[in-house]
T-cell receptor
Framework: RKEVEQDPGPFNVPEGATVAFNCTYS??????FFWYRQDCRKEPKLLMS???SGNEDGRFTAQLNRASQYISLLIRDSKLSDSATYLC????????????FGTGTLLAVQP | DAGVTQSPTHLIKTRGQQVTLRCSPI?????VSWYQQVLGQGPQFIFQ???????GRGNFPDRFSARQFPNYSSELNVNALLLGDSALYLC??????????????FGEGSRLTVL
């Protein structure tokens, strides 16, 4: 089983739509969770952290369910510029403290 | 301020050759991580270095090695290249203690093609 699993998509949605991505992780000891965004042929960039209580940044809402080891990202009022791959990321914890990336979910927002 | 810089940006090698990739972190960042991203996949952790010491190693063969220099720049070496090593190699830098905040700053990567 992969440490971080995501639906690769693609998700094709019209402008203005609401879209949700899900992610599951296998290591129950993981403590920190994030969403990164990667544009085509570019480097990944941190989009937002994910907190247990859920958190919002403008049109983006992230949720964490530790019991189910499940993370989600909701994007409201999709813009063309939201088209990208969204990577679910989990901090492995421990001495190495490395970030583990999911495969990514491709979002294509259509005009 | 300059971000993370990597070189070369693109390179083509043949099977069995060796390659060295270079990375300069953001000024003030002492931690460097290397990731391999195969087309259609997320980045896979290879190494992490902090203060010139290896702090973590991913599930990669011994053909992969790295080091960090006193100025915190880093090199990734891959020997005996295989076709499957074709990928985007990403370097990321971070401040100490910030991995819990997820703040890895990536360079644009070195795109390696093995023929």
């Amino acid at each position: 089983r992969k440490e971080v699993e995501q639906d690769p998509g693609p998700f094709n949605v019209p402008e203005g739509a609401t879209v949700a991505f899900n992610c599951t992780y296998s290591n129950s000891a993981s403590q920190s969770f994030f969403w990164y965004r990667q544009d085509c042929r570019k480097e990944p960039k941190l989009l937002m952290s994910v907190y247990s209580s859920g958190n919002e940044d403008g049109r983006f809402t992230a949720q964490l369910n530790r019991a189910s080891q499940y993370i989600s990202l909701l994007i409201r009022d999709s813009k063309l510029s939201d088209s990208a791959t969204y990577l679910c990321v989990v901090n492995s914890g421990g001495a190495t403290n490395k970030l583990i990336f999911g495969t990514g979910t491709l979002l294509a927002v259509q005009p | 301020d300059a971000g993370v810089t990597q070189s070369p940006t693109h390179l083509i090698k043949t099977r069995g050759q060796q390659v060295t990739l270079r990375c300069s972190p953001i000024s003030g960042h002492k931690s460097v991580s290397w990731y391999q991203q195969v087309l259609g996949q997320g980045p896979q952790f290879i190494f992490q270095y902090y203060e010139k010491e290896e702090r973590g190693r991913g599930n990669f063969p011994d053909r992969f090695s790295a080091r960090q220099f006193p100025n915190y720049s880093s090199e990734l070496n891959v020997n005996a290249l295989l076709l499957g090593d074709s990928a985007l190699y990403l370097c990321a830098s971070s401040l100490p203690g910030t991995l819990n905040t997820g703040e890895l700053f990536f360079g644009e990567g070195s795109r390696l093609t093995v023929l």
